[in-house]
């Protein structure tokens, strides 16, 4: 499915794909010894999702170093995780600066929402069946880690950004940032468990850029 | 057995006494460098052999405190606290340090209650330099509820209730003991990846956090930062009266019969 | 390994554990100061009883924390109430326990067997050693410690260590005094009586007269840089002084004055002191005093890492008997170095013995200098496993025809049941051949012990 570009936005749309080409490690299989009714007897835990037929990777982010980093002013929008059968959906997640990022479960089981930068925390709640969302604002830009310490096998990744141009990629590594400024431009590539790649980019004043990046 | 746990109760009752009578403060020196400059030469003395000279948590005695196990001294530049009467993942308070560092951390910091007053607070400030983060953000106490209610054997089972319902015994244990079956798995880790233990809520006396009904309160509040035992603040907030009795539950565990 | 040992290792190792069994974690004991400051032992050891940098700190400053003056407030308000329970808490016990089983290159004449025929040995003790011992604070910056020793074989009981310290006198860490008897080391890089692998006492010969050479059947196994290292000395009262004990700086308690402290900023520790005197009963005059000086330098900032190294100088005055001559003085000249980094320790001593002038009588057939040296390393293998290393190498001084050196390699192998009790097995290995004489020293082959270390 190609995207097109919003039309009206001011500066260019920055489209493209992340591919793998390497062969995909395989799954690793954990047996499940807590809240097996939910979570499944086993999990099967693959973080480097590659599409069969466009080789695409699933759950990148793609960012532009931005030049003119501005904070959000626009506070109404959530961004939100969901702990629901023993996984964090999304599973990785892209956030500006001033954003609330709110955790919250569909399970009927304990989880608790642990989110760390570096080696502090940014979050560590409990989620009770039937309890209420929680929302705290990142303030911070950043690689975030979150997990479940009751289920070690949920594992999932937030970057803050503290600009608008980033983007996840899609089940088929597609990704679009829009607005783009005119001129040479750093992008970076990150996968959880790749690492990150930089790839340099000129944009034009205005139209579409279409670019490919391999892993590794 | 009982006649024992009973004395350890009362032995904790005194203690709490007694660190209430500590906690009455003397004039705050200003945050200032000759502060800062103070406390540092307190810092080097007093707490530089187990958190380093640069406040790493790397001190020449550090290693040995936990070995290759949780706890390991406090990195004060990059890491959270745990002993905190803020929400999950901000700073203490300057108070909560202080409280800190007069009780220490039971098995793994001793009472600095030594240092007088204003040589706490020194220290305090020279710590605080370490991290930036102490510039920048101002922490905020989270409101502990209104009065204890009267601990009775009806608030007690609506505590052991709620235990069950929040699902401590995951990590502590159907009965308490440090023994739920994510602790044994051996799975659980603290910030800098080191293997840690759900707490024995039989032992109140090597609660870091405190053992007072009102101590308890703030560690479910708040979490331990830094480790699995999360903030259950959303569960709670507006529901003091639960925190109460869920804290008179984990108290009723050692003292082995209702008050 | 003859099955009756290994059986009895076994059972020890059954008592150990079932003994460990019935402390109920919240009576889980920890000796004095751990329950006064309610910390682990971890707080002040490396390995117990071996000091980390903060507990070396502790110990300098009287049982106060480093950088505290507070002796009159920690630990004080439980004296209001004073139960059994709280007694408990300032007493602490060691006891340690043995089954050795010793081989023996040859045994000199052993009874009821012709010349040169091996034999080997097993002994079974328990405990070997029990140590009762309570210290702490008086008041603000006056501290004191009491050590009881028991020797279950020798039943005897006898006050180890006893004194009293003032400390941070003039300002802080400018001067610390300790007055009674004590470790005149307690401060060196690398301390006496602070051992993973305990003292094995050798076995002399009984019935030993004054002023004459007392057989030895098996050598002992001591840390050589602080052993007596001579062949040939006899205290004033004539008693044989054994070349593996620990004296001079280097002995366990010694009754006198000791003035240490950190003028100089955090780099350096002076050390200072008048001893009665070593080898010397309680109340002989009749000479001069001992005296002492260490300095050390201690590097200890960060990354997990410290280092230390002290020198000291000890002057004996008349001090020991060479035969039944003239007193003479006896000196020791030592240098020692430590480094810990994580889970390892690694530490050195070499001590130099020098009798200052021969007797005329024994000219030519005393050697008047002795050395030793002791290298030690400790790690942590996991939590709960500590593996022990010490070579030892003795350069014998004394009586020409007396003197053997020895050199030994022992390995130990610590698992902690509990914070407080340990198993251990140990074997010690000579390094050094028979020699084909029948000389005591160069007797034992090697000695295998295991037991359990106990501390509450």
Redesign the interface.
Same mark, same amino acid.
């Given at each position: 499915m190609p995207l097109t570009s919003l039309a009206g936005e001011t500066g260019a749309t920055l489209v493209g794909r992340v591919v793998f080409r390497g062969t995909v490690p395989p799954p690793e299989v954990v047996t499940v +010894?807590?809240d097996p009714k939910t979570c499944g007897e086993t999990r099967t835990i693959q973080p480097l999702v590659v599409h069969p037929s466009t080789r695409g990777i699933q759950n990148a982010v793609v960012s532009i170093e931005g030049e003119n980093t501005s904070p959000n002013t626009d506070t109404t929008k959530t961004t939100a995780i969901t702990n629901t059968q023993c996984a964090f959906s999304p599973h990785v997640e892209a956030i500006r600066v001033g954003t609330p990022l709110e955790v919250r479960s569909h399970d009927p089981?304990?989880h !608790?929402t642990?989110?760390?930068t570096?080696?502090? +925390?940014?979050? !560590?709640?409990?989620?009770?069946p039937g309890?209420?969302?929680?929302a705290?604002v990142i303030k911070m830009p950043g690689l975030y880690h979150v997990q479940c310490?009751?289920h070690?096998f949920m594992q999932g990744s937030v970057v803050a950004f503290d600009h608008p141009y980033y983007a996840v990629t899609e089940a088929q590594g597609d990704f679009r940032i829009v607005g783009v400024p005119a001129g040479r431009h750093q992008v970076t590539v990150w996968h959880e468990t790749l690492g990150a790649l930089h790839h340099e980019v000129t944009v034009p004043a205005q139209g579409d850029v279409s670019i490919t990046i391999e892993f590794p | 057995m009982a006649m024992r746990r009973r004395l350890m109760t009362l032995s904790a009752t005194i203690l709490a006494i007694g660190l209430a009578a500590t906690t009455v403060l003397a004039v705050k020196p200003e945050g200032n460098r000759a502060t800062r400059e103070n406390g540092r030469v307190i810092y080097e003395r007093s707490c530089l052999f187990c958190h380093g000279a640069e406040g790493k948590g790397d001190g020449p005695a550090g290693w040995f405190i936990g070995r290759y196990e949780a706890p390991h001294p406090r990195?004060f530049t990059?890491? /959270?606290f745990k002993l905190r009467s803020t929400e999950? /993942?901000s700073l203490p308070t300057d108070q909560d340090l202080f409280r800190t560092v007069t009780r220490g951390i039971p098995g793994y910091m001793p009472s600095f209650a030594g240092l007088t007053e204003t040589e706490r607070w020194q220290v305090i400030a020279y710590v605080k330099s370490f991290n930036p983060a102490f510039q920048t953000e101002t922490p905020a106490p989270l409101l502990l509820g209104g009065p204890a209610p009267l601990a009775s054997p009806t608030s007690i089972e609506t505590g052991r209730a709620l235990y069950v319902?929040?699902?401590c015994q995951?990590?502590h244990g159907i009965d308490g003991r440090g023994d739920g079956?994510?602790s044994e798995?051996g799975?659980?880790?603290d $910030?800098?990846g080191l293997r840690i233990f759900a707490t024995d809520l039989t032992r109140p006396l090597s609660f870091k956090n405190g053992s007072s009904p009102q101590d308890l309160v703030r560690t479910l509040m708040t979490?331990l930062? /830094?480790?699995?035992?999360?903030?259950? $603040? $959303?569960?709670l907030t507006g529901k003091e009266d639960e925190a109460w009795y869920l804290a008179q539950y984990l108290l009723s565990l050692s003292s082995g019969s209702f008050p | 390994m003859s099955q009756r040992s290994i059986t009895l290792g076994i059972l020890m190792a059954v008592a150990a554990t079932i003994a460990s069994a019935f402390v109920h974690p919240e009576a889980q004991a920890i000796p004095p100061f751990a329950r006064k400051y309610n910390v682990n032992c971890t707080a002040c050891h490396t390995a117990p009883p071996i000091l980390n940098p903060f507990g070396q700190r502790f110990l300098e400053n009287g049982y106060q924390l480093p950088g505290t003056e507070d002796g009159g407030i920690i630990g004080k308000k439980k004296l209001g109430d004073v139960t059994l329970d709280d007694v408990t808490n300032f007493v602490g016990f060691r006891m340690v326990g043995n089954v050795t089983r010793s081989w023996s290159f040859k045994q000199q004449n052993p009874p009821g067997a012709a010349a040169g025929v091996v034999q080997n040995k097993t002994e079974f003790t328990f405990p070997d050693a029990f140590t009762m011992f309570t210290a702490g604070t008086l008041t603000k910056n006056v501290g004191f410690m009491v050590e009881l020793g028991h020797d279950v074989e020798g039943g005897t009981t006898a006050v180890e260590r006893g004194f009293v310290t003032f400390n941070n006198i003039g300002y802080h860490d400018l001067a610390h005094v300790r007055v009674g008897r004590y470790d005149p080391s307690a401060f060196y890089s690398y301390v006496t009586i602070r051992q993973q692998l305990n003292d094995v006492v050798e076995s002399t010969t009984s019935g030993c007269t004054p002023f004459t050479p007392c057989g030895l059947n098996r050598a002992g196994l001591a840390p050589s840089a602080f052993a007596a290292k001579f062949y040939g000395l006899y205290q004033r009262d004539g008693t044989a002084i054994s070349p593996f004990a620990s004296s001079l700086f280097n002995s366990g308690g010694e009754t006198g004055v000791d003035i240490h402290g950190r003028p100089f900023g955090d780099w350096f520790l002076y050390q200072v002191g008048v001893l009665n005197g070593a080898n010397e009963g309680f109340g002989d005059s009749n000479k001069g005093k001992d005296i002492y000086a260490m300095l050390r330098f201690d590097y200890a900032k960060s990354n997990n890492f410290s280092a230390n190294i002290s020198g000291f100088v000890y002057r004996g005055y008349s001090n020991a008997k060479v035969q039944s001559q003239d007193d003479v003085n006896w000196n020791r000249y030592g240098l020692s170095a430590r480094a810990t980094y994580k889970m390892v320790d690694i530490y050195a001593a070499f001590a130099v013995d020098k009798i200052d002038k021969t007797p005329t009588a024994v000219a030519g057939l005393f050697d008047s200098t002795a050395t030793g040296l002791t290298i030690g390393a400790d790690t942590y293998v996991t939590n709960k496993t500590l593996i022990s290393l010490r070579y030892d190498n003795l350069d014998a001084g004394g009586m020409l025809d007396q003197r053997k050196s020895a050199t030994f390699v022992g390995l130990q192998v610590k698992q902690f049941l509990r914070t407080n009790i340990a198993i251990f097995a140990r074997n010690d290995f000579n390094v050094r051949k028979s020699e084909g004489s029948d000389t005591a020293a160069r007797n034992l082959r090697n000695a295998f012990f295991s037991g359990v270390d106990i501390v509450f």
């Open positions: +010894t807590r089981v304990l !608790n642990h989110i760390m570096g080696k502090r +925390t940014f979050l !560590n709640v409990a989620l009770v309890g209420h969302p929680v705290k310490d009751a070690v | 990195d990059s890491e /959270g999950s /993942g319902r929040f699902e995951a990590c079956p994510v798995a799975d659980l880790k $910030a800098s979490g930062d /830094g480790t699995p035992m999360p903030s259950y $603040a $959303a569960q | -």
